[in-house]
């Protein structure tokens, strides 16, 4: 385990440096003047001359080589230092940090939601398998596997917030607000995680050990959950990373609509405006998460399947 934590971790500010270097190449790909826009943001009502134009480049340190630029933002990276917004001129790192504590609440929210329904539905569906309540859930996980979030946002907004007057349609601060972004954020990963939990399932109660379990006269309940049910959650344990950077990525349009004051709003408005410091900034903290996250449900996997680990450790 040691030697493989070892491996991963040396391998993460590689991964880092490559994620963090092909986003700062796409950036300046674009196509427009960020200086320009700059400028007229800052004076709508003047179209600024080139000398301007010229002068906030150095301004904002466009003038050097692309490469120069990318090497001076990753030492000043490296030191805390992740640049100044183009638009707001304040630190790209303190924006981001009070951008966090409500993209976490939102994501934690929508996690918690989609295992709470996932988890039970997945096992129950699995046991009745080719029954009423099995059909009921796989048709149930197809549609939210198809449903875009974006389009379940607006129709929650309108059944909930506008036919029925239920929930808030937008803002942030009390637990009613989270309801339905939460809900829209989570029904993806929610539906993915009930068909693998029932795939895990089914292969699971078909071992020998559950058929051993069995003709010892347990009773099925005690084989499902007393047997079955770790096996069956393993490949949940592994699958919690990737949806946390679905639910991260998702949050982007999610928070938009109903303008919920985190990191997706942030990074949408930074990409309107070509703030680029906030959005190379907002890009190199997402996979520092999801990487870190990623790495912490592998290690849990290994520790949780003695067979993993040792396989693992042999290649």
Known sequence: MGAYLIRRLVTLPL?????????????????????????????????????EVSAMRIELGLDAPL??????????????????????????????????????????????????VAVPVGILSARRRGGPVDAIARLAALVGA???SYALAYGLI??????????????????????????????????????????SMLETLGQDYIRTARAKGLAEQTVAFRHA??????????????????????????????????????MVGAALTRDYPVVQGFVTYIAVVVLLVNLAADVALRIADPRLRFSRDRM
């Open 15 to 51: 991964l880092l440096l490559g994620i963090s270097a092909a986003s700062f190449a796409l950036l300046n790909l674009a196509p427009g003047d960020p200086a320009e826009i700059v400028l007229r943001q800052r004076n709508p009502a003047q179209l600024p001359s080139q000398a």
């Open 146 to 148: 198809a449903v875009p």
């Open 158 to 199: 309108i059944l909930f917030a506008v036919k029925l007057s239920w929930l808030p349609a937008l803002g942030y601060g009390s637990a009613a607000q989270v309801v339905l972004p939460a809900f829209a954020l989570s029904l993806a990963p929610m539906a993915q995680l009930m068909r693998l939990i029932r795939a």
């Open 229 to 266: 049910l770790r096996n069956a959650m393993l490949p949940a344990i592994g699958a919690t990373g990737v949806n946390l950077g679905y639910l991260l990525s998702g949050a982007v349009i999610v928070e938009t609509i109903f303008t919920w004051p985190g990191l997706g709003q942030l």
């Open 67 to 116: 490469p120069v630029q990318y090497v001076l933002w990753v030492s000043q990276a490296l030191a805390g230092d992740m640049g100044r917004s183009y638009v707001t001129e304040q630190p790209v790192a303190g924006q981001l940090a009070s951008r966090t504590v409500p993209t976490a609440l939102l994501t934690a929210a929508a996690l918690a939601l989609a295992l709470l």
